[in-house]
């Protein structure tokens, strides 16, 4: 099989079909961006877990004199019970989940309301006697959480346990949410795609049915013949694939890196890296349905 000959086949069946290639290209350019962008937010959730979740702490909130009855039925926790509570922090039933801990009394908690909460007015209201001390207990394995507070909400002494985790939990949510409406969206656009696609290959060889006939004459395999037009739709695809990482790039570049990243520092926003790490995924799977579709169209015309 020469490459010329093959090289010469594609570049006819891509001027006779340059609407329709063009066409191709579009749709995929869409349908490849969709699942670039269901990708990029399983990769920021994934972000959003490994970077918070190994700092996310759980606050155990003592019993003041301004709790509820319902809470704190004996009123602001006693000596005895503080001690109660450090010597469980201790025990080795939970050694193994705890990393480390530390307790902020009445008076650091307000220092701390007043450097964070210094914006709003009514933090000069409060004293620091109507603030929780608090251990803040940081976790060898985030995973144990539930563990730990279940060890901790029913101590007497013990208005409340938190779990920072759940803080995160709506926004790991609906990432997820919008993961699969992208994912959803790009299972349909990627249909179309190969829809088109297929078309467009049977078209054209349909447009060239002539050249094939006197081909398959004169002895040329199936392979020989198939394979300019399985180019053409490999091609158009993965051009759609390689602007639809390019859009993706200009907007992680352009709307996270250089600007929401810089306001919200905290939130560790995907990059760069993790597009271009997501870049063989989303072409694979162009190229893959490309050529299936490329393939069988033209097979279908061959048998015919």
Not at 158 to 176: E, H, K, M, T
Request: with cysteine; charged share 15%; aromatic share 10%.
């Amino acid at each position: 099989m020469r490459i010329s000959f093959v090289l010469r086949e594609l570049w006819e069946g891509i001027r006779g079909n340059l609407s329709m290639v063009l066409s191709i290209v579009l749709v995929s350019f869409v349908s490849l961006s969709f699942v670039a962008v269901a990708a990029l937010l399983q990769v920021q959730v994934g972000n959003l877990k490994n970077y918070w979740y190994d700092k996310a702490q759980i606050a155990i909130y003592l019993c003041n004199d301004f709790e509820s009855e319902l809470v704190c039925e004996a009123g602001a926790i006693t000596q005895s019970q503080q001690i109660a509570v450090a010597a469980q922090l201790k025990s080795t039933a939970l050694a193994p989940y705890i990393d480390t801990y530390y307790f902020e009394s009445q008076e650091e908690a307000y220092q701390r309301l007043l450097e964070e909460s210094s914006e709003l007015s009514a933090a000069q209201y409060l004293n620091p006697e109507q603030l929780n001390a608090t251990y803040w207990v940081s976790l060898a394995d985030p995973e144990s959480a539930e563990l730990v507070v279940e060890a901790f909400e029913s101590q007497p002494g013990v208005a409340s346990v938190a779990d920072q985790r759940s803080y995160f939990d709506p926004i790991i949510g609906l990432l997820n949410g919008a993961s699969v409406a992208a994912g959803s969206i790009a299972a349909v656009m990627l249909f179309s795609a190969a829809l088109l696609t297929a078309t467009t290959i049977r078209l054209s060889a349909f447009a060239r049915r002539k050249e094939i006939a006197i081909m398959r004459l004169v002895g040329a395999s199936s392979a020989s013949i198939q394979l300019p037009f399985i180019l053409e739709g490999l091609l158009a695809a993965l051009a759609g694939g390689g602007l639809a990482i390019g859009l993706n790039v200009f907007l992680v570049e352009n709307y996270l890196t250089d600007s929401l990243a810089l306001e919200l520092a905290f939130a560790n926003f995907v990059t760069t890296a993790d597009v271009l790490q997501v870049a063989p995924f989303v072409l694979s799977l162009g190229a893959i349905l490309a050529v299936l579709a490329s393939g069988i169209s033209t097979f279908r015309h061959l048998r015919t």
